[in-house]
Structure formats: structure tokens, C-alpha cells
């Protein structure tokens, strides 16, 4: 196609015939010359106007007198011309982007945004009744050229539109704190979901890549007070780390403390059980020995009762039955133990 705009810019076409005229310096032409120009004319135009390209991130729709025929790939393609076939370029091979809060005024390396002007765009009214200034993004696909242009009017508008609406919808179903900290990564999700279920009922032929919260701050006026109590529940989920911490460390080492002391009940219950079984059986077979003999048994046991008693007393006196007074008796182990 020619530009015949921008006045600098001077059609090659043009330049030539230009040329050819200023040979004949005011004389006209042969006739038949000009009968041979105006065919040649007629033959560049209609070739250039046969023909389009069609760039690698482009998908051609292709109209016969206004009625969808078919899609052309990228490369070079023929058409009909004289406006028979008309041919749309629609870009479905880039992800779009739309900016919802801020701009971008200069991208590159170094990419400059811009907020000026667009609160309205960035404040949300949560659940709770609280407000938060979101900046978001939507990345979308075209997924079908033809219902993207002739399905509806103005699609960019309408994403942009419906994109808005199912944000705020989330975020007025959610409580300030989820859509600052916690839970933005799922209520981008479910946004995400949402939205491109609405767009299936438009049909109009877009696929939702993602949709991205970039940065999502309390208003200018309570900023301040919302980092106080930001870092007041940092401090408390640190509090509450550091609590789990010494229960982690405390609780095993009491509860290995309680399972050791019912271990060593245990054992010294089993022991003295067992003693108890033993002094029974003890006196069980004693009992079957006094009863086959019980005078001798009992002297028997009174002499291993003296036997295991007199040893541990430092004197002993021997008493006269008739009441005739102590019995003299040597100091014997005195003696015994002077003597070593």
C-alpha cells in the first residue's frame, strides 16, 4: 500500500512519472504513450493490491465482499483485488498487556511507570470496609482473530472492563489483610478463573494468560498506621515462632523425663513384686516344715533369729529365769577386738 501522507515522503510510482513528464519539458505527450503509461499505471496497482504480507506474530483474516472466507499464516499471499477480498492483520502470536493503576511511560531496561491521575483505577474497597491502593495486570492471548474483531465492538475495552469488575469483586469478598499479605497469590488465581469464564460467555476469542498483582499498599493517608501494625503482627508471629520453638524443645525432653521415671517405677514395682513372691514362698516352705515338726522348727528359727541378732549388739545379758540376778559374762568381743 502507498503512503501518500506525511509530505517528506514521496512514492516511488510517483517519482517516475514525475520524471517521464519533465522530458517534455510543457509539451504533451504521444497519446499512445500515455495509453501505454496508464496500463502500466493500471497493471502496478492492481498487482500491488493483489498481494500482502502477513508478519510472524500475525494471524490474516480474509473477507470475500465483507463475508469471513479464510485465515492466512504468515509469509507473502495473494488476494483479489479492487476490494473483493479485504484482509484483517490481527497480532495472535503476542501476549497482550493491559496496566490497570499505572502506566508504563518508558519501557526498557530501566522501565518508568506512572500512578498520576489513576486512583481511581487503584483503590478497592475491601470486605471489611477497609480500602487498599492495587496496581494489577492482565496478560491475555488472542486466541481466535475472527471472533476477536467482529464478536464484539471494542474487545480491549471490554477486557479491560471486565478485568476491573472481577477484581473488584475478589478483593470486596476478602478482608484488607488477605489482599496485602497473605492471600494474593490465590485471589490473582481466582481472579484469573473468573474472568476468563466471563470472557467464554462474550465468545470472544481471547485466552487469559495471567493476572498479576504488582504492588498492593494501604492509602497514603493510613500507610503509616498500617506499618505499625504490620510489624506489630510480624513481632507476634515472631513471639509465636519462638514459643513453638521452646515447646519443641521442652516437651520431648519432660516427656523423655516422665517415660524414664514410669520405666524405673515399673522396674522397682516388678522388683518388689518379685520379693514378695520370694519371702511368700519362704514362708510357705517354712510353714510345711513347722507343720511336719513344730517344736523343732521354732527352736530352729529362734536360734537363726539369735544368730542374725546378736551380732549387731555391743552387749548382751543373760537373765537367771528364777530371778537370781545378771549372769557375769566375760567381755569376750572386747577382748577379741583388743587383741587384733
Do not use: C
Not at 501505454?36 to 483474516?61: D, H, I, K, P, R
Not at 507473502?76 to 497480532?91: A, C, E, N, R, T
Not at 481466582?190 to 466471563?198: G, H, N, S, V, W
Request: net charge neutral.
Amino acid at each position: 500500500m502507498t503512503n501518500w501522507q506525511g509530505g517528506g515522503n514521496v512514492d516511488p510510482l510517483q517519482q517516475k512519472i514525475n520524471e517521464f513528464l519533465s522530458r517534455f519539458k510543457g509539451q504533451k505527450p504521444p497519446l499512445k504513450m500515455l495509453s501505454s503509461l496508464a496500463a502500466a499505471l493500471l497493471v502496478a496497482w492492481v498487482v500491488s493490491g493483489s498481494f500482502y504480507q502477513v508478519g510472524t506474530e500475525e494471524t490474516g483474516v480474509v473477507l470475500r465482499f465483507g463475508r469471513y472466507t479464510d485465515f492466512a499464516q504468515p509469509g507473502l499471499h495473494f488476494k483479489l483485488p479492487f476490494g473483493i477480498d479485504s484482509v484483517y492483520l490481527v497480532k495472535t502470536g503476542r501476549v497482550m498487556k493491559e496496566e490497570f493503576g499505572f502506566r508504563t511511560v518508558q519501557p526498557g531496561e530501566r522501565t518508568t511507570y506512572t500512578n498520576a491521575g489513576l486512583n481511581e483505577e487503584s483503590l478497592t474497597l475491601t470486605g471489611d470496609l477497609n480500602v487498599s491502593d492495587l496496581e494489577w495486570i492482565v496478560q491475555y492471548q488472542i486466541a481466535d482473530a475472527f471472533k476477536y474483531l467482529f464478536h464484539i465492538k471494542d474487545p480491549r475495552s471490554t477486557i479491560r472492563d471486565v478485568a476491573e469488575a472481577a477484581v473488584r469483586k475478589a478483593v470486596g469478598n476478602s478482608n484488607v489483610t488477605e489482599v496485602l499479605t497473605t492471600e494474593r497469590a490465590l485471589l490473582a488465581t481466582a481472579i484469573e478463573k473468573d474472568l476468563q469464564t466471563i470472557l467464554n460467555t462474550y465468545d470472544i476469542g481471547v485466552r487469559i494468560v495471567t493476572v498479576k498483582f504488582q504492588d498492593v499498599n494501604p492509602p497514603e493517608s493510613v500507610k503509616t498506621a498500617f506499618n505499625e501494625v504490620n510489624e506489630a503482627e510480624q513481632e507476634k508471629e515472631s513471639l509465636i515462632f519462638q514459643a513453638r520453638e521452646q515447646y519443641n524443645r521442652e516437651v520431648p525432653k519432660a516427656s523423655g523425663v516422665a517415660k524414664s521415671a514410669i520405666l524405673e517405677a515399673e522396674g522397682y514395682a516388678l522388683e518388689r513384686l518379685n520379693q514378695a513372691k520370694g519371702e511368700t514362698a519362704r514362708f510357705l516352705s517354712l510353714y510345711a516344715e513347722y507343720r511336719k515338726a513344730p517344736k523343732v522348727t521354732r527352736e530352729r528359727l529362734y536360734l537363726e533369729t539369735l544368730e542374725e541378732v546378736l551380732p549387731r549388739l555391743e552387749e548382751i545379758y543373760i537373765m537367771d529365769s528364777k530371778g537370781a540376778g545378771a549372769l557375769p559374762l566375760l567381755p569376750l568381743r572386747s577382748s577379741k577386738e583388743g587383741g587384733k
